[in-house]
């Protein structure tokens, strides 16, 4: 395995990480490119919503949403279903609004007269996985529109059986070859760190990404050489201490090159 050399150990301690030590190794991607990074900042960024509507909830949690008039309105939960709705008739059906349960994949349709006279309308609703959720939602559009619902427990408990299953050494070995190649880890949650760039002599570092699981954090960085010499990477063995597993794409680095590193240590073992 390449081991980060004792300046870009440096340079990682000057982004926020703290000091750091080897715990395991990875197995060698000689294949990384530096074109690897630009597709990974553009897939982790935010896509915009048009018609849909991404929520992210906790149990007994109030979901404020948008509800079609006139149209339907699907609303589902990731990795999850809907097992019942709970709601109040008004006692005038044709102008109440209507909620049918989809039973195959466990999503709800609500439906809203026209003529319905509140601007807004409420229920509760219960999940497959034993998840309420309070939904108060104002009624918006015409058009028939999503609302996606994602839980984080349901994601943690996903990666925490992934990670006592896979064992903590392969674990973060797996973790950073799912960095590597823009992977998808079950329960990992990725998303776009575009730090400011820290430079410790000759060498610049710059936090891209990073990965979340229960017990694993993985960073991606890019990582610079703007000195005048030739960096050798795979000749060093020191590194940031305490960190469980960590690697870089290329074992040297011309002067003006870049290429990831990549750094996987235990959540909430930071100082």
């Known amino acids: 395995m390449s081991l980060l050399p004792s300046p870009l150990a440096a340079a990682l301690v000057g982004t926020g ?47 404020d949403c948008e509800l079609a008039r006139g149209e339907l309105t699907r609303i589902a939960l990731i990795d999850d279903g809907f ?17 049918t349960h989809e039973p195959v994949r466990g999503d709800i349709y609500i439906s809203v007269p026209p003529q319905f006279a509140a601007a807004r309308v409420s229920f ?15 009624l918006g559009g015409q058009e028939a529109t999503q609302l996606f619902i994602t839980n984080p427990a349901l994601a943690k408990s996903e990666a925490a059986e992934w990670e006592a299953e896979t064992g903590p050494e392969d674990a973060a070995i797996r973790l950073i070859e799912a960095m590597a190649t823009d992977a998808v880890l079950p329960g990992f949650t990725a998303r776009a760190e575009l730090s400011a760039p820290r430079r410790s002599g000759g060498i610049e570092v710059q936090l891209v990404a990073e990965y979340q699981g229960d017990e694993l954090t993985g ?20 590194g940031p201490a305490g960190a469980l597993a960590f690697a870089y794409g290329r074992d040297a680095l011309a002067p003006g090159e870049a290429t990831s590193a990549f750094l996987v240590f235990a959540r909430g073992g930071l100082d």
């Not at 553009?42 to 896509?47: E, H, I, N, S, Y």
């Open 83 to 99: 097992a019942n709705v709970s709601k109040i008739a008004s006692g005038f059906p044709y102008n109440d609004f209507q909620v």
């Open 17 to 63: 990480l703290g000091c750091f030590a080897i715990g395991a190794t990875r197995r060698p991607d000689p294949g990384l490119k530096l074109s690897g990074l630009a597709v990974i900042a553009f897939a982790l960024a935010p896509v915009p919503a048009h018609a849909d509507q991404f929520v992210e909830a906790a149990d007994n949690a109030t979901i």
């Open 124 to 138: 509760f609703a219960t999940s497959k996985a034993g998840y309420v959720y309070k939904f108060a939602c104002r």
């Open 219 to 238: 960073q991606r960085f890019l990582v610079r050489n703007l000195g005048q010499e030739s960096l050798a990477l795979g000749s060093e063995r020191e």
